[in-house]
Each structure stands twice: as structure tokens, then as C-alpha cells.
């Protein structure tokens, strides 16, 4: 077979090769597919996670806000304060309840108070019942006030039930809640 050279200065455009018709109908091979990683679990973990610490956030804020309703005293109003004040010295006989409720020293007439009915509870064996009542507010400035209260003793001496009852004034001050300064019995 003589080979045909081109004429000179023609270009020879060359076709590829064919493939048989077999290979032309066949898909191409597939390629498999990237495995992914499993992150599923990661994920709910993640979003576990993530709930449980909003959930402990939450429930230790609660407790910190009910904590500090439930132990910061109530000294919201004149009369309010006087009368946590009365219970606390007189009825609980706690000192250091009783201190969050002054302008920072003890009233020293309500302390006097208390000491003579302690004295009178041992010399007639028997237990005061401390009730505080009518009490009223008389705003003298925004930031002060005078509080009158009437304070009961009851108590049964002999079988018989006895009560006694003293009026007080009691001079209160806003200074960041109400808090009692000075009292002193009515004559």
C-alpha cells in the first residue's frame, strides 16, 4: 500500500478514532461516591449539650433571685419596716434580724423593752404572746417618717388571760429601704 502524502500547503485535519458502537451505548463507569462523615451524633450531642447548660444557667439564675426574695428584708414602706423590726427584736428575739432593720445602731428604748419582758416572763413564768397593732404612718419628707404602733403582751397568768398594751412612735428613714432610727414609747 503506497501511502498518500497531502498536497503541499493543505492542512490535514485528523479525526480521532472512533469507538465501536458497543462502547459508545454504555454509561461511563461510575465513580463511588465520597463516604461522609458521621457527625449526627456529634451534633446532638452538641445540641444536648448545649440545652443542659442553658437549663443549669437558667435554674441558677432562678435560685439566686428567689434566694435573695426570700432573704433580703422587707423594707419597702414605713410601716412595713417598723413592724418587720418589732417581730424580729420582740417576737424572735433575734438581734441580728432586728439590726437589718436600723439606720446601723441598735434602739437602745426597744431593747430596754424587750429586757423588761423577759424579766416579767421568768418572774411570772409564763410566755408573752407579742402582737403589734394600729399602726400609722405620718410622712414628715420624702426620705422620713414617724410610725405609731400599738404593741400587745398577752399572756394567761393564774388562768386568767391578761394583756397589757403600749403605744410607741417610731422615727423611720429611706436610706436605700426603710429603716428605723429612734423609738420611744407614747407617755
Known amino acids: 500500500m503506497e501511502s498518500v502524502q497531502p498536497p503541499a500547503g493543505s492542512q490535514v485535519s485528523r479525526v480521532p478514532a472512533q469507538r465501536p458502537p458497543s462502547d459508545q451505548l454504555a454509561p461511563p463507569p ?40 426570700a432573704t433580703t428584708p422587707d423594707r419597702s414602706a414605713p410601716d412595713v419596716a417598723v413592724v418587720n423590726y418589732l417581730q424580729a427584736s420582740l417576737v424572735s ?21 424587750r429586757a423588761q419582758i423577759e424579766r416579767r416572763e421568768q418572774e411570772l413564768n409564763v ?4 402582737n403589734i397593732e394600729s ?10 417618717a414617724t410610725v405609731t404602733a400599738v404593741i400587745r ?4 397568768v393564774d388562768g386568767v388571760q391578761q394583756s397589757l398594751t403600749d403605744e410607741w412612735r ?18
Open 127 to 130: 410566755g408573752f404572746s407579742i
Open 170 to 187: 417610731f422615727q423611720v428613714e429611706d436610706r436605700e429601704g426603710w429603716r428605723v432610727c429612734d423609738g420611744s414609747p407614747t407617755a
Open 93 to 113: 428575739r433575734d438581734a441580728s434580724r432586728a439590726a437589718l432593720f436600723t439606720c446601723g445602731s441598735p434602739v437602745r428604748s426597744v431593747e430596754d423593752f
Open 30 to 69: 461510575a465513580a463511588p461516591a465520597p463516604e461522609r462523615p458521621r457527625r449526627r451524633a456529634r451534633t446532638v450531642l452538641t445540641v444536648v449539650a448545649v440545652v443542659l447548660a442553658a437549663l443549669c444557667l437558667g435554674g441558677s439564675a432562678t435560685g439566686y433571685v428567689l434566694y435573695d426574695r
Open 135 to 144: 399602726v400609722v404612718v405620718s410622712r414628715d419628707k420624702p426620705s422620713s
Open 153 to 156: 403582751r398577752s399572756a394567761s
